[in-house]
Nanobody
Framework: QVQLVESGGGLVQPGGSLRLSCAAS????????MGWYRQAPGKQRELVAA???????NYADSVKGRFTISGDNTKNTVFLQMNSLKPEDTAVYYC??????????????WGQGTQVTVSS
């Protein structure tokens, strides 16, 4: 089993910054991809940013130039630096990881979610 623990959400004013962290632990053989998704009330969950084991990154168009994803392979941790936050960034942010476990099964795992609220 694999667990993802997120931290760093909160309330911030428009134009402010937040940094989210997500640490993976458990029966991990290899983490293939880690990323962040978000879901606003009444909307579908959407990809925000993802990073592969080889450090290739992918961003939603709406966050390009404002958000930066990074990872620490030695600690199985991923970070999302969010700058110039807008009210439309308000959502629950979920950490996601595609993990090959010690039993050599590859599965998709989710964190519990952390609330990000951008409001004055």
């Amino acid at each position: 089993q694999v667990q993802l623990v997120e931290s760093g959400g909160g309330l911030v004013q428009p134009g402010g910054s937040l940094r989210l962290s997500c640490a993976a632990s458990g029966s991990i053989f290899r983490i293939n991809t880690m990323g962040w998704y978000r879901q606003a009330p009444g909307k579908q969950r959407e990809l925000v940013a993802a990073i592969t084991r080889n450090s290739s990154t992918n961003y939603a168009d709406s966050v390009k130039g404002r958000f930066t994803i990074s990872g620490d392979n030695t600690k199985n941790t991923v970070f999302l630096q969010m700058n110039s936050l807008k009210p439309e960034d308000t959502a629950v942010y979920y950490c996601n990881a595609v993990v090959t476990t010690m039993t050599i099964m590859t599965r998709n795992y989710w964190g519990q979610g952390t609330q990000v609220t951008v409001s004055s």
